[in-house]
């Protein structure tokens, strides 16, 4: 059992940051990928980012690129999710998910059905 609890979502203005947090376990952030999807009201999920500790790899999708970045904190067997410059297309209810193989791994992109464990979701609202 892999548990995921997420933090950190709220209301920002465009052009704000927001830091989201996903704890977990040491087990956890040595042997999965962890990431974010975020699914929009009536829209499908989206992988936003993930990383995998042991293979060294970061993801991001194209539409948060030089905008959000995905960090671990060992110490804390926590995941990150820094968020700059968020405009109003960000505004989502934001997932934490794990599993031990993306295709990332490969070169392509997150897929939700890849992932096997989901925190409870966070909601994040940019607006004025």
């Known amino acids: 059992q892999v548990d995921l609890v997420e933090s950190g979502g709220g209301l920002v203005q465009p052009g704000g940051s927001l830091r989201l947090s996903c704890a977990t376990s040491?087990?956890?952030?040595?042997?999965?990928?962890i990431g974010w999807f975020r699914q929009a009201p009536g829209k499908e999920h989206e992988g936003v980012s993930c990383?995998?500790?042991?293979?060294?790899?970061?993801y991001y999708a194209d539409s948060v690129k030089g905008r959000f970045t995905i960090s671990a904190d060992n110490a804390e067997n926590t995941v990150y999710l820094h968020m700059s410059n968020l405009k109003p297309e960000d505004t989502a209810v934001y997932y934490c998910?794990?599993?031990?193989?993306?295709?990332?791994?490969?070169?392509?992109?997150?897929?939700?059905?890849?992932?096997?464990?989901w925190g409870q979701g966070t909601q994040v609202t940019v607006s004025s």
């Open positions: 040491e087990f956890t952030l040595d042997d999965y990928y």
């Open positions: 990383l995998s500790e042991s293979d060294g790899i970061t």
């Open positions: 998910a794990a599993t031990p193989y993306s295709t990332v791994e490969d070169g392509g992109d997150m897929i939700a059905a890849e992932f096997d464990y």
